[in-house]
């Protein structure tokens, strides 16, 4: 797990560049309620403390939850997101290994769900040292703060642009601030530097991202094909949004993923569908969370189905021949 | 060179085999020795000497008892000073004097005469199962088979004793491949072997050039554990899959070790009982590593001592290699006809395995495990003790090769996890088997004595009559052929059940040589009985009803 926090150094590094300290203290925030709510659990459940501390899956919780989260994020939005992954979605259902839920997900879901305008404060690319630090501190977004930050990730943007408006009259008007694109298309491939050094280390299998990306490539492809207007292209899908970053951390988990090859192939695959669906005819702009979440509901059935042949099995081995 | 075709997963643990690479020796005659009487798999033998005897090297001392166990001799030659159920001790007299049976022409032997002789010789697998060899051998009484493999991978690290068998006797153990395909009616024989060991395949290429009796394909594999295990290797090397219920000779093929080969040869053709055997001393706590000859029985205390042992180094003894072995908990033991390694191992080599962690599902076992299973399943539901869905996700096609352990993140100790869980089956099992068996013999009695009963009545009627009848006439003697003919009827019957009976046992124990079969052996032993009390009433018919025929 050590390796998957150092994985992320990339990804969160870009960010830093292009949304400032707030990606910074989000991550340390988190990680720092992960180890606290660990603590006050495994001490409710009178477990030891220091092998489920010292294994670094709350810490890498918190990694992943602060770099969902909007940077500078209020600490009561953070605190509240822990919470749900950690205590809920977590040590709840047992403790590491146990979980069926990916606790990151959760807590991002839930807070997607409960505080919607905190969620989407995206702001435009700041400087490194932003003014909205001072109100992760405070936990208050004052109004015209709002109205100053709220830059619209692209894919949040492109949704709502209406459908009077053709894509190419969409990104005519620039509706983005200056840089934002560039910004996370940086990011995007930060992140997949990240993933390509996870699965050099052989801590991922490419089974996952791979069935996931390509899910989502040949369906987004198919749609803008069928209509470049309406649709976004591929690239703005695969670029944009979370989709790297969730194909490579978030769907990989090994806990709440499928476990058998072929299982963890229909697995990424249906992510990719959910993602595609949700973002396209859904009501929200991304759809990882989601979409990771409906499929580890399946895991128990896929894993059922994909057992694969044992070496010898012989029903199978003669169909095999024939 | 043959093709070689893939089996799934497997692993490149450090091979470390290097140390044992030297020149092979002759371990010093041990003072003592101590002979396990359940040194090979099923039934412990029966003790047939008594304290104060003398013996030779090669005397027999114990007597297989049960078809699935196997002779023991006497390795040193001295006298008897200890004997109980577990063991029989011997101290030496240092002067080594043989007991040799007669040699045999195996070429022109019949293959009873060898069979007997495989039988008497004591001679098991030594790889490490320690699978009677003439059982084996008789395989092909009841299955055809068309290819003997001659398993020459050795994958697990550290073990050097099939290298240095093939570098030294490779003529010898071809010999013994040669006795052993013919017996079992195999017309092809298959060498496999890792391509970590060029010099003993050097040693078979020039054996090869002599002319054989059968073909025989050298097949050199890609290095990889498990590949010894007798379904990987017979995969890779016929691209033939084992059944998972079955056995090797399901699919016409016969594995042999070739240090048992060479055994096999050596009780046939010089009449050797196998007394000692090629074991691998390694592990840094030993300052002179290598192959050695070794008399069965040899204490391994004395042995290690004799390879420079450090007591302050040792961390961990293992019997057999770091994958699959045993660890030993002292130096008391002694070398049985299984131990082909003793590794010797310090902290540093061999550390210990940090604690357990939760697993992750993270899936690396399962991309390792050669029978293709999914471990991790597996764990979790032995640890619940899930019954249907281990039988289900097939717990007992696991062949504990310890691949999945050695990947695991986490250090799940799995492979015991199985072990536990397949011993706590196998006793359920058994428990059901042993209720129903107890039913049956139950029911079986009562149809006997019933039917006793009414023999009994039928001929006290008889003899009434007779008694009646003999005082009109001579009545012709009708009773006794119809008698005879049922009585040969049951022989034939019996006959049958006893082949049942061994066929039965002979698959049990070979799919699971390290399990007790006692329930299948009474079986057996009770069909022979049948068979002989069968054979006596036919005899004693025939005796009483002939006079009366030739008159």
């Known amino acids: ?322 | 060179m043959a093709r070689t075709f893939e089996f799934h997963g497997g692993v490149l643990p450090p091979e470390r085999k290097q140390r044992s690479l030297v020149p092979l020796r002759y371990a010093e005659l041990p003072k003592r020795v101590v002979l396990r009487l359940d040194q090979h798999a099923g039934r412990p033998a029966t003790a047939t000497v008594a304290v104060g005897d003398t013996v030779k090297v090669g005397t027999p001392v114990a007597q297989r008892d049960g078809m699935i166990s196997a002779n023991i001799h006497a390795s040193i030659s001295g006298q008897v000073t200890h004997v109980d159920t577990h063991a029989i001790t011997i101290d030496g007299d240092k002067t080594d004097t043989w007991q040799r049976l007669a040699p045999i022409d195996w070429r022109n032997a019949l293959p009873d005469q060898l069979i007997t002789r495989l039988e008497q010789s004591g001679v098991v697998g030594l790889g490490g199962a320690g699978f009677p060899t003439h059982i084996k051998a008789r395989v092909s009484e009841r299955q055809r088979i068309d290819t003997l493999v001659v398993n020459a991978a050795e994958c697990e690290p550290y073990i050097t004793a099939d290298d240095l068998t093939l570098q030294h006797y490779a003529a010898d153990v071809l010999e013994g491949a040669q006795l052993l395909a013919s017996l079992c009616g195999a017309h092809h024989i298959m060498v496999g072997i890792e391509d970590n060991k060029p010099d003993a395949i050097l040693a078979l290429r020039q054996a090869m050039a002599d002319s054989q009796l059968l073909t025989v394909t050298l097949s050199v594999i890609a290095t990889r554990y498990p590949s010894g295990g007798e379904r990987q290797l017979i995969k890779t090397l016929l691209n033939r899959d084992v059944p998972n219920q079955g056995l090797p000779a399901d699919v016409g093929v016969l594995c042999h070790n070739p240090g048992t080969l060479l055994a096999a040869l050596r009780s046939v053709r010089d009449g050797e009982p196998l007394v000692e055997r090629l074991v691998t001393l390694t592990g840094d706590a030993i300052t002179d590593p290598g192959n050695r000859w070794v008399r069965i029985g040899t204490p391994m205390a004395a042995l290690l001592n004799e390879a420079g042992l450090n007591r302050a180094a040792l961390h961990q003894l293992i019997q057999g290699g770091p994958m699959m072995g045993t660890p030993l908990p002292n130096l008391d033991g002694s070398v049985t006809k299984a131990t082909n390694c003793l590794i010797a191992a310090t902290i540093d080599e061999l550390p210990p395995t940090p604690p357990e962690s939760p697993c992750i599902r993270c899936g690396a076992c399962e991309d390792v495990c050669p029978a293709n299973l999914l471990p991790q399943q597996l764990h979790w539901y032995a640890r619940a003790s899930d019954d249907e869905k281990l039988a289900s996700h097939r717990l007992f096609d696991c062949i504990e090769c310890n691949a999945c352990g050695y990947v695991c993140p986490s250090h799940i100790p799995l492979v015991d996890d199985y072990r536990s869980a397949k011993s706590r089956l196998r006793h359920q099992q058994l428990e059901t088997a042993k209720a129903e068996h107890a039913k049956h013999r139950f029911e079986w009695r009562q149809a006997r004595l019933a039917r006793e009963q009414a023999q009994k009545q039928a001929r006290r009627q008889a003899r009434l009559s007779k008694q009646r009848s003999s005082q009109d006439a001579d009545s012709p003697a009708a009773s006794p052929q119809a008698d005879l003919r049922s009585l040969r009827i049951a022989q034939t019957a019996a006959k049958a059940a006893v082949r049942k009976a061994e066929k039965n046992l002979a698959r049990a124990a070979q799919q699971d040589p390290q399990q007790a079969h006692d329930d299948l052996e009474t079986q057996l032993a009770t069909a022979q009985e049948n068979l002989q009390a069968a054979e006596a009433r036919l005899a004693e018919a025939r005796e009483t009803s002939e006079p009366k025929e030739t008159l």
């Open chain 1, 1 to 322: 797990m050590r390796w998957v926090i150092i994985a992320t150094l990339p990804g969160l590094a870009t960010m830093t560049f292009f949304f400032g300290l707030g990606v910074i203290s989000n991550v340390l925030l988190a990680a720092a309620f992960g180890l606290g709510f660990e603590a006050l659990i495994l001490r409710l459940r009178q477990r030891p403390l220091h092998p489920a501390l010292n294994d670094a899956s709350a810490v890498l919780t918190g990694v992943l939850l602060g770099a969902s989260l909007p940077p500078a994020s209020p600490w009561w939005l953070i605190g509240v997101g822990m919470l749900a992954a950690i205590v809920v979605a977590k040590q709840l259902y047992g403790g590491l290994g146990h979980n069926p839920f990916n606790p990151a997900m959760v807590g991002y879901a839930l807070l997607l769900v409960s505080f919607p305008t905190y969620m989407t404060l995206w702001s435009s690319p700041q400087p490194l040292w932003p003014d909205a630090l001072w109100s992760q501190i405070t936990g208050s977004v004052s109004l015209e703060q709002i109205d100053s930050l709220s830059g619209a990730t692209p894919l949040d943007a492109f949704k709502h642009k209406g459908d009077g408006l053709s894509a190419s009259q969409f990104w005519a008007s620039q509706p983005l601030p200056s840089g934002t694109l560039n910004a996370w298309q940086w990011i995007a491939i930060a992140w997949l530097a990240g993933g390509s050094l996870l699965l050099a280390k052989r801590i991922i299998s490419w089974h996952i991202p791979a069935s996931m990306l390509s899910s989502m490539l040949v369906i987004a492809t198919l749609l803008y094909l069928f209509d470049p207007s309406h649709f976004a292209s591929p690239l703005l899908h695969l670029l944009t949004g979370a989709a790297i970053f969730g194909a490579f951390f978030i769907a990989t988990d090994p806990v709440s993923a499928a476990t058998s090859q072929r299982g963890k192939l229909i697995y990424g695959a249906g992510i990719g569908v959910l993602v595609m669906l949700i973002r396209t005819w859904g009501g929200y702009p991304d759809a990882v969370a989601f979409a990771v979440l409906l499929m580890n509901l399946c895991v128990p059935l896929l894993d059922l189905y994909t057992i694969p042949r044992p070496a010898g099995a012989q029903p199978a081995a003669d169909k095999e021949r024939s």
